[in-house]
T-cell receptor, first 113, second 108 residues
Framework: EAGVVQSPRYKIIEKKQPVAFWCNPI?????LYWYRQNLGQGPELLIRYENEEAVDDSQLPKDRFSAERLKGVDSTLKIQPAELGDSAVYLC???????????FGPGTRLTVT | EDQVTQSPEALRLQEGESSSLNCSYTVSGLRGLFWYRQDPGKGPEFLFT???AGEEKEKERLKATLTKKESFLHITAPKPEDSATYLCAAPGNTPLVFGKGTRLSVIA
């Protein structure tokens, strides 16, 4: 069974530039999560999807972050414009249903200069 | 406010030296307690889910236990390949809350 796929693995951009991350979850997993992980910290949930519906986006900074999950499969997380404080690892995870064990992708390491 | 606290922040063990990692939680409406392992440069890898006090689960040299207020990850006779950051997480009525993790180093 293929795992969660994320791309790109690394991204370096200048502040104020836009950036997008892509995630393909495990087949059959209805719930998809985007997390942000800063160095030495645990992952912080940004948004959770049940199929194509965003059911929890309370911690997503909506002034600059947006996400979509068209057709309830792949998902894209966008930041526009990026700020220096957005430098972090962005993780995507999926699970069969909410509150079941989540399986994580390798993450995208974003550096904003 | 839902909180998950892990201790110690870092732990250094000699190969074969058993120890325990702690995860204490204050989460309303707890729907399970999850343990993950994270290697540098990788996403967290699922280890265990515990749902009720008194429950135990084992995998190789790891055993996870759960009480009403905390969970322990016991590592028996660890090997260098067990070196990683171990994270616990608890979903409650608020978004899934992760602890900051315990960085385990096992020295040969």
């Amino acid at each position: 069974e293929a795992g969660v796929v994320q791309s790109p693995r690394y991204k370096i951009i200048e502040k104020k530039q836009p950036v997008a991350f892509w995630c393909n979850p495990i087949s059959g997993h209805n719930t998809l999560y985007w997390y942000r992980q800063n160095l030495g910290q645990g992952p912080e949930l940004l948004i959770r999807y049940e199929n194509e519906e965003a059911v929890d986006d309370s911690q997503l900074p909506k002034d600059r972050f947006s996400a979509e999950r068209l057709k309830g499969v792949d998902s894209t997380l966008k930041i526009q414009p990026a700020e220096l404080g957005d430098s972090a690892v962005y993780l995507c995870a999926s699970s069969r249903e909410d509150y079941y064990e989540q399986y994580f992708g390798p993450g995208t390491r974003l550096t904003v200069t | 406010e839902d909180q998950v606290t892990q201790s110690p922040e870092a732990l250094r063990l000699q190969e074969g030296e058993s120890s325990s990692l702690n995860c204490s939680y204050t989460v309303s409406g707890l729907r399970g307690l999850f343990w993950y392992r994270q290697d540098p440069g990788k996403g967290p890898e699922f280890l265990f889910t515990l749902y009720s006090a008194g429950e135990e689960k084992e995998k190789e040299r790891l055993k996870a236990t759960l009480t009403k207020k905390e969970s322990f990850l016991h590592i028996t006779a660890p090997k260098p390949e067990d070196s990683a950051t171990y994270l616990c997480a608890a979903p409650g009525n608020t978004p899934l809350v992760f602890g900051k993790g315990t960085r385990l180093s096992v020295i040969a």
